[in-house]
């Protein structure tokens, strides 16, 4: 046994035990360790989005996160209560772009930072649950992910879920864990979890509907573990679910008498058992094309029973490990149970609140095995991330880079003032009008006047012609731009191949394409131009 050696000139941390380093030195030096890995972790997204992501083009989700966040606070609230989202994400972006201004990569960096601050957020929350070496793997596992480093460079509200949802779940990790760590006298201290705990899921409510899960999941667990959480917790939870139903009530009785939310619901299909492993696939591996997603999925059952194996060896499943899988597994299997049972609300990038509890799982189950093997497994999932996000970088398609970029600068340089520009689905105007300079009349089929209240018109076939005919009035050439098929794309394809001459074709990006048209040889009036514009075409400002 080691003896302690007694020096009254040091402090009792510095004495140790022989052949021992001091164990406050050696505190220190891991904690100093830390600093350097998590700092190390956070550059990688960095260096990513910088070389590769943050330059691309604007896509179609981002142009209306730019639109909706371009209004006044106050009326924030009314363009968002007319989408399938809540306004957190979009007042927030709206400031941001008033201190430090609205080009694509400048607002991107604020989805950025997110990430980046969700990166140290993991390794607290993995650490207070489990372990430091838990942690910080789950951590690193947030920074090479193909999937966060994707939405961590786009628009919206993904990288705000994220981050959102592992501040919640500290909060909660850490009243689940005080009557162990803190005792009964410190309620100080206890209150402000229940604070930090509160707002952070006020918050939560406010960024995104899914997060709903998030609290569900935490309210599964406390019913099964309820006897380890501070006394009175369950009057506290009850009292937070309260504040959050009264929080939220007002916004949903404003969408509901809005009534235009329907107007705006994407198009999804019924999920099947593919898209359900394809989801926890895509939060490790990203977006790969169908021969390597295929290989990624069939490895699985493989997975799985491993998993089961390893779940038998082990005896000591914490409650904190048991939480984790409870909070990966259950908002990926609830919204595919409720997509096909009820309607289809099933997309990977919903449920990606799920995504840092597996990385925390996944840390805990490969900690299990002895070191050497444990090891391995980890620096093998970690090399087949980083490939994958090369993959994903590399892959043009995969993925689909919406080009909408080269769409505009296309239009620059061929439209003349004498040419009009034609776009379909209607709402595709937003990433090619951010984009566009050029001197040609902008309008969208169907006609849509976007600063009018009410739903995009729907498509009528019968009035193709009309508006064809409106369109083309005064002009020599239209630039038909087709995106984002909404049914009838075909149509109005068709309509021009048969009535007018087809001059030229390119493709920019999967499913968008560019058709040139000659549709008159007369050159354009001032009196047509007034006209078209009079009949709802919206020119671009």
Do not use: C
């Not at 003032?417 to 034609?422: E, G, K, S, T, V």
């Amino acid at each position: 046994m080691d003896t302690i050696i007694k020096n009254p000139a040091l402090p009792l941390a510095e004495q140790k035990p022989s052949g021992q380093m001091p164990v406050a030195r050696t505190f220190a030096r891991q904690k100093f360790l830390t600093k350097i890995l998590l700092a190390s972790f956070m550059l990688l997204p960095v260096l990513i989005s910088y070389f590769f992501l943050s330059q691309q083009s604007l896509r179609l989700d981002e142009a209306q996160s730019l639109w909706q966040s371009s209004h006044s606070p106050i009326r924030i609230f009314y363009v968002v209560a007319q989408d399938v989202h809540v306004p957190l994400y979009n007042l927030l972006l709206h400031f941001w772009q008033f201190l430090f201004g609205n080009s694509v990569p400048q607002t991107r960096f604020f989805s950025l930072a997110l990430l980046l601050a969700a990166i140290p957020m993991v390794y607290l929350l993995g650490k207070t649950a489990l372990n430091r070496n838990i942690g910080l793997f789950a951590a690193l596992l947030v920074a090479v992910s193909p999937f966060l480093n994707w939405y961590g460079n786009e628009i919206r509200m993904y990288s705000l879920m994220t981050f959102i949802t592992v501040l919640n779940q500290y909060f909660y990790i850490k009243i689940f864990k005080f009557r162990k760590t803190r005792g009964f006298d410190d309620q100080y201290r206890l209150q402000k979890l229940w604070w930090g705990y509160g707002l952070s899921a006020l918050a939560g409510i406010y960024s995104h509907y899914f997060f709903a899960f998030v609290l569900l999941s935490e309210a599964i667990f406390y019913f099964f573990y309820r006897q380890q959480f501070p006394d009175k917790s369950l009057k506290k939870f009850a009292a937070v679910a309260l504040i959050l139903l009264a929080a939220i009530a007002p916004w949903i009785y404003y969408v509901y008498r809005l009534g235009m939310i329907g107007d705006s619901t994407p198009l999804l299909y019924r999920p099947t058992t593919i898209n359900l492993f394809n989801t926890l696939t895509q939060f490790l591996f990203g977006f790969q094309d169908d021969h390597l997603n295929t290989i990624i999925v069939s490895l699985w059952p493989v997975s799985i029973l491993f998993l089961f194996l390893a779940l038998r060896k082990n005896s000591k499943i914490t409650p904190e490990t048991t939480f984790f899988f409870l909070s990966a597994i259950f908002p990926v299997i609830t919204a595919f149970i409720i997509s096909i049972a009820i309607r289809p609300l099933f997309l990977t990038r919903y449920l990606i609140l799920a995504a840092p509890s597996l990385f925390i799982f996944l840390g805990w189950f490969l900690d299990i095995y002895p070191k050497k093997i444990s090891l391995s497994f980890k620096a093998l999932l970690v090399a087949a991330m980083l490939t994958t996000l090369a993959a994903q970088i590399a892959n043009a398609d995969t993925p689909v880079k919406e080009d909408y970029k080269s769409v505009a600068q296309y239009l620059d340089a061929q439209a003349a003032p004498q040419d009009a520009i034609a776009i379909s689905a209607p709402f595709t105007i937003y990433p090619i009008e951010y984009y566009y300079k050029g001197p040609a009349i902008m309008s969208t089929l169907p006609f849509w006047d976007r600063y009018r209240t009410g739903p995009i018109p729907a498509f009528a076939e019968s009035q193709l012609p009309q508006q064809v005919d409106q369109l083309k009035n005064g002009h020599q050439k239209i630039f038909l731009v087709l995106s984002y098929d909404q049914g009838y794309e075909s149509k109005i394809k068709n309509y021009f191949d048969i009535h007018f001459e087809k001059l030229s074709e390119k493709k920019f990006s999967p499913d968008l394409n560019i058709y040139v048209y000659r549709v008159g040889y007369n050159n354009i009036s001032l009196d047509n131009s007034k006209a078209v514009q009079n009949f709802g075409i919206m020119a671009r400002n």
